[in-house]
């Protein structure tokens, strides 16, 4: 058995919507919760957790980037983009305060807005392949 593309991409999503994923490695099936670290009230997630890691003992435990993958993804956006003012302007940005922020807020009213999703998300299957085949799970 091995993942599907469908399956690579909706874990992709649910860990851009700031989603804790647990992979069962048997069944290849997931189960995301959300990430409770950053939540005030985490008494609900912490039970759904709780109950999954009991039912899945073995799950992979798939979080989303770090920061500075983040921060890399944006900075090779930035290389895809043939508008030179509007990287000039995003190179701004990512060198300056709040740089995730204000990157999101410039990308996401632009006319690129489009191509950065595709982008994003294309790396963040990319990341979950690795982070799978690094656990010996066959992706397709």
Request: glycine share 2%.
């Amino acid at each position: 058995m091995k993942i599907t593309a469908k399956q690579i991409n909706e874990i992709a999503q649910e860990l851009e919507a700031g989603m804790r994923v647990f992979f069962n490695r048997d069944t290849l099936e997931f189960k995301s919760v959300l990430d409770w670290d950053e939540m005030m009230d985490s008494e609900p997630w912490e039970e759904m957790t709780e109950t999954i890691e009991n039912e899945w003992p073995d799950a992979i435990i798939l979080e989303k980037m770090e920061s500075r993958e983040a921060f890399r993804v944006m900075e090779e956006f930035i290389n895809e983009i043939e508008d030179s003012k509007f990287q000039e302007d995003l190179i701004k940005i990512l060198s300056r305060r709040s740089p995730f922020a204000n990157f999101k807020a410039e990308v996401e009213t632009s006319e690129h807005r489009e191509l950065w999703f595709s982008f994003r998300t294309k790396k963040y299957e990319d990341y979950v392949r690795d982070q799978l085949s690094s656990e010996g799970i066959i992706c397709e």
